[in-house]
């Protein structure tokens, strides 16, 4: 089931693709894709009903429509860092013997479509293609990695934006560079489990402008996404509807010589197998 939230920013109504253009509206039965949803299994509850209106004939087309993030604000973002052993090399940094974690702020997820602003004072914006895990269920201290698979709701395509000079040059976390606003692409979709063969085998990839900049695969990851949900739990409580960026492949900006960053204008497409397509034009600071 891929399921999606559309409509203009901030109304976007609760649907699921049915077709690659067409869906089926849920806002009378789903309030939105949000943790009380995710937290009381509504993904089950709504399968049943999505079958019976696609077959029914009640889907929509998406033309014209705004897609939103697929999932309301969560509680939490957090991100892996360098879980990419070449992404790591391409950074000048060593690769983990633990996942780095950080965390950006839930209010950057916009629509996979939607245009990334560059903030004031930026000199060195740059793009992350990742994979995204959503948590499905409140998740702490889990047992063991096999147990991570019941808490996750689905994959999710996602931009990882970031200003390197605020990340790498102006001390502290690494917070200061992710969350600038519209900083989190994401969708268009969440894909459950059930339609991934592998999740730690997708192809994924990024360009700028028409030019290819990252090609890789999730089976390059240091840390597999269901050790990060066990991993993670040891630390804090994920809740329903959180979202995990899982790291990036290499070919982002920072990693060429000399760097490539984004400007205004620039328009940056991408996508992950089976997890569809992203699009994003770059704006001037407001």
Known sequence: MKIMRIGPAGAERPAALVRDDQYVDLSDVVEDFDETFFGSGGLDRIEAIVADRAAAGQALSLEGKRIGSPIARPHQIICVGLNYADHAAESGLPVPDEPILFTKSPNTLVGPYDDV??????????????????????????????????????????????????????????????????????????????????????????????????????????????????????????????????????????????????????????????????????????
Do not use: C
């Open 117 to 286: 602003r560059i903030p004031r004072g930026s000199t060195k914006p740059d793009w992350e293609v990742e994979l995204g895990i959503v948590i499905g269920k409140r998740t702490s201290y889990l047992e063991s990695v096999d147990d991570a698979r019941k808490h996750i709701a689905g994959w999710v395509l996602v931009n990882d934006v970031s200003e390197r000079a605020f990340q790498m040059e102006r001390g502290g976390q690494w917070l200061k560079g992710k969350s600038a606003e519209t900083f989190n692409p994401a969708g268009p979709w969440l894909v459950t489990d059930d339609e991934i063969d592998d999740v730690r085998d997708l192809g994924m990839w990024l360009d700028v402008n028409g030019v290819r900049r990252q090609t890789g695969s999730t089976s390059t990851m240091i840390f597999d996404p269901y050790f990060l949900v066990h991993y993670i739990s040891q630390f804090m409580i994920l809740e329903p509807g959180d979202l995990i960026n899982t790291g990036t492949p290499p070919g982002v900006g920072l990693g060429f010589t000399p760097p490539i960053w984004l400007q205004p204008g620039d328009e940056v497409t991408l996508g992950i197998d089976g997890l569809g397509t992203q699009r994003q034009t770059v704006v001037a600071p407001r």
